[in-house]
């Protein structure tokens, strides 16, 4: 599916990609217009249904496509093989800035979707989203070694703190619009430095 748009120059891929998640993640997906999208990628509206058939079409491969990018970074970054907590979420959350910058509407692209009600997408949107919504409400404690922890800690307690103020904290920047990605990257680094020295040893 969409080979024509995979036989596009990777620089017009991405200026395509780009503008249908900066559009898409500002409204509905009923009142995002196509041609806004074109317009905003650089290239008629007519040559963009030469890539995607309808809205429906572009609106699903936009989501698909940033459910992949997501889980190409995370595993290119090394975070599912560190075994320090700590480590691991950073490591995420630079792959998560790294795509911020190439791609800087697509978490909000995703954020709406997940939320988005139209009867024209929902039930095929529901069946991408529905793996990642099992992942989201899975806290389970990763393996951790209590020794390492001041003692009566409850590991299960900390995971699940840091897991909702990280999902907190990026929803309120995600909300704010345009991610400021420098200060997303500060602003993460003291909140894993202010957990270490408040749970480690």
């Known amino acids: 599916m969409n080979e024509k748009f995979y036989q596009l120059p990777e620089e017009k891929q991405l200026r395509i990609l780009n503008a249908g998640f900066r559009v898409f993640s500002k409204s509905t ?3 995002s217009p196509m041609n806004e999208i074109a317009a905003e990628a650089g290239i008629s509206k007519s040559l963009l249904f030469f890539y995607f058939r309808n809205k429906k079409e572009l609106y699903l491969f936009l989501m698909k496509r940033a459910e992949e990018l997501t889980m190409e970074y ?4 090394g975070c599912y093989a560190e075994s320090d907590i700590f480590e691991m979420m950073y490591k995420g959350l630079l792959a998560k800035t790294e795509m911020m910058r190439k791609y800087p509407d697509m978490s909000l692209f995703a954020l709406k979707s997940y939320y988005e009600e139209d009867e024209e997408v929902k039930d095929e949107l529901q069946k991408i989203i529905a793996p ?25 307690m900390m995971y699940q703190d840091m897991f909702l103020a990280s999902e907190g904290y990026m ?16 602003d993460y680094r003291k909140l894993i430095d202010f957990w270490k020295d408040l749970y480690l040893k």
């Open 132 to 156: 990642y919504r099992k992942l989201s409400t899975n806290k389970s404690l990763p393996k951790l070694d209590p020794t390492l922890f001041k003692d009566g800690l409850d590991l299960n």
């Open 29 to 31: 997906y009923r009142k």
């Open 171 to 186: 929803y309120q920047m995600q909300n704010q619009g345009r991610i400021d990605v420098d200060r997303v990257l500060m």
């Open 74 to 77: 995370l595993s290119k970054s």
